[in-house]
């Protein structure tokens, strides 16, 4: 009996093998047919994985209305803690978007209509103020003369005017602009908000089945940190550009430069971005403030917001955040640029807490090495 179950264990080894090697077989031959289905099944679940992105994102300010209702004298309240935070939670998120569409948006969509329709004088400008420079000039140079060629022989207007804009901004959201795919989106995230307990009480008992209970340990120790990182990050961030924008704003309106909300909102969105963010915003804000308001406002303006960036990077930036994730700046730089060359912006900006949560892990298999290792010599290492 136990040669005929060894010999069928045997020969269900061999025929999965198989059924599995002619998959992959098959997988290798059609890989454009299955790319195109794969791609397909996660554009079909699309809505179900932002509404997903949506919940995480908001489970923190969630969680922390629900507290405050809970504590609160009215049995009502406490009782319904949970829907109640999920309905203020959305409610805020309206009327910021109100908000930004009644009152921001109008005004640097202005500005950005405004810049393009007088692009072509700007550009000109510069030119004639290129071609005054004496021929000994440090700024002269074949580099910067190949490029004002090649900038002569591209048609701005033909990629930079409102109806362009329009088209790439409906572009860049298409994914999300049909009513069902809102509606789904919406939906999705407040079940998983409503039901986060549940939720997280079955993933839970999932790797407790699946793994042995230190490696389980393991999984939820590395879960709650990371989480706490990702949270802090993201929305200290958005948080801060917010306020760098504003800040921003209010002082280039100040000094009278032109396109001052449009050049406060690029400044404070691409604040969010470490270290390259400010630097390449504030390096195109200059461009731009050297073209429109000359050379005066232009150094009056850099001084006003480097300055800015430094009260920001000292005093603002860590208020806001608490207590520092502790990544050395080369590390942080060093993640940007990974990030940036292989997920674009988006890389850019989730590379910190990513680098952070890799850290933790590094950080965390040297200490259990270096203490097995001690454990087996008897002696620990003089780093003196």
Do not use: H
């Amino acid at each position: 009996m136990n040669e005929i179950r060894k010999n069928w264990r045997k020969w269900l080894y061999w025929f999965m093998l198989g059924v599995a090697i002619i998959i992959v077989y098959k997988a290798l031959d059609n890989f454009s047919n299955v790319v195109d289905i794969v791609g397909k099944f996660f554009s079909i679940l699309t809505p179900f994985l932002v509404g997903i992105f949506i919940a995480y994102l908001l489970y923190m300010p969630c969680k922390k209305i629900e507290e405050i209702y809970i504590k609160s004298k009215s049995k009502i309240i406490s009782k319904k803690a949970r829907g109640l935070s999920i309905l203020t939670v959305y409610l805020i998120i309206l009327l910021i978007i109100v908000i930004l569409f009644k009152f921001i948006f109008p005004v640097v969509l202005e500005s950005i209509t405004d810049f393009i329709s007088n692009i072509q004088g700007y550009y000109e400008t510069a030119i004639n103020k290129y071609n005054e420079l004496p021929e000994d000039s440090i700024i002269k140079g074949e580099i910067v003369e190949e490029l004002i060629n090649y900038i002569q022989n591209i048609n701005i207007k033909q990629y930079l005017n409102f109806n362009k804009i329009l088209e790439y901004i409906a572009s860049a959201i298409s994914a999300v602009t049909g009513v069902f795919e809102i509606f789904v989106t919406v939906i999705v995230s407040i079940y998983i908000l409503a039901e986060r307990r549940q939720i997280i009480g079955f993933l839970r008992k999932l790797v407790n089945a699946m793994f042995k209970e230190k490696t389980y340990k393991n999984i939820d120790k590395y879960f709650n940190n990371s989480n706490e990182i990702f949270f802090k990050f993201i929305a200290s961030q958005f948080l801060d550009a917010i306020v760098v924008g504003i800040l921003v704003t209010i002082a280039m309106t100040i000094l009278k430069v032109k396109y001052a909300p449009l050049l406060g909102f690029m400044i404070g969105l691409f604040n969010m971005i470490p270290y390259f963010g400010a630097i390449i915003a504030v390096a195109l804000s200059a461009i731009i403030t050297l073209i429109t308001g000359g050379v005066s406002q232009t150094i009056w303006m850099l001084i006003v917001v480097i300055v800015l960036q430094q009260i920001d990077a000292n005093i603002i930036n860590p208020k806001i955040i608490g207590k520092s994730l502790k990544i050395s700046p080369l590390l942080v730089i060093f993640a940007v640029t990974i990030g940036g060359a292989y997920f674009g912006v988006l890389g850019m900006f989730l590379a910190v807490p990513v680098i952070g949560v890799i850290k933790i892990l590094v950080s965390d298999y040297i200490d259990y090495k270096l203490k097995n290792k001690e454990i087996a010599t008897g002696s620990g290492f003089d780093w003196q």
